[in-house]
């Protein structure tokens, strides 16, 4: 049996109930939080029914989610991770279905499926592209898929293999009948690997400076620059 931990780890560590980039705490724990937050806001300007968390880690986005009051939310991820994700944020809204994402494909309709990092971290092509055309098969028209993910085809950067542009992702989605609603970033890239690459520095230094890349990112619009891609799908009525 493959060790997914271990593959996701090579890039990621985990520890105290989070995935950690690089070894850097203060920076990972800040930006977590940014991406539960935005995912949470957009989940309570939209007022969805059912919730799909592709790739959920350890549950703890869908439990924000339960949080804010949805219901009704399935989250998916390797059987390792589900096992976690029970023991650490059980809650009775949440499914857990211990799946890869390639293959998790279910009869009922989300009006938001959210990949946090899921997609990104895909290791193959056919693996991306099946999970896509089963998020795909899984939504009416109306209903959105919300992408934040490190989206790169540069190998020190991408986590995954797969190597998907965001450029692919947008024509690939409006091929198949998507429109693209957000497109822009978090996570300054030269920050990030500022503090990656470990000048030792405190950890009020150190949110400060994240807070200074995502300034940065916010005012001058360098998306280009943002290593976490956010990409808004919503379906369109044609194709439903
Ligand atoms: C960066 S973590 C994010 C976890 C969670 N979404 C969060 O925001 O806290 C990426 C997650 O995607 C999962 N993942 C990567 N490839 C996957 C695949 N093919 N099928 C299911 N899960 C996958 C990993 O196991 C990991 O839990």
Not at 7 to 15: D, G, L, M
Request: hydrophobic share 40%; glycine share 4%.
């Amino acid at each position: 049996m493959i060790n997914y931990d271990k593959y996701f780890v090579k890039r990621f560590y985990y520890s105290n109930n989070k995935y950690r980039f690089f070894d850097d705490r203060a920076m990972t724990d800040e930006f977590q939080d940014d991406v539960y937050f935005f995912a949470s806001e957009f989940a309570k300007a939209h007022q969805f029914s059912r919730i799909l968390d592709i790739g959920c880690g350890v549950g703890r986005l869908s439990s924000f989610f339960s949080q804010i009051g949805y219901q009704d939310i399935t989250a998916v991820d390797f059987p390792e991770m589900i096992t976690r994700a029970k023991e650490e944020n059980y809650s009775s809204k949440i499914i857990y279905i211990p799946s890869s994402a390639q293959d998790f494909l279910s009869d009922n309709k989300f009006n938001l499926i959210i990949s946090s990092g899921c997609f990104g971290a895909i290791r193959k092509r056919d693996f991306f592209y099946k999970t896509l055309d089963n998020c795909i098969k899984m939504q009416n028209s109306g209903d959105f898929l919300l992408m934040v993910d490190p989206f790169h085809k540069n190998n020190f950067l991408a986590r995954g293999r797969a190597r998907i542009s965001v450029k692919d992702i947008i024509k690939y989605m409006q091929l198949m009948g998507y429109s693209l609603e957000e497109k822009s970033g978090m996570l300054c890239i030269p920050i990030q690997l500022l503090i990656a690459h470990k000048w030792k520095m405190s950890e009020s230094t150190t949110k400060r400076l994240f807070y200074l890349g995502e300034l940065f990112l916010n005012l001058f619009s360098m998306y280009s620059l943002a290593d976490y891609k956010i990409l808004s799908f919503k379906k369109n009525g044609a194709l439903s």
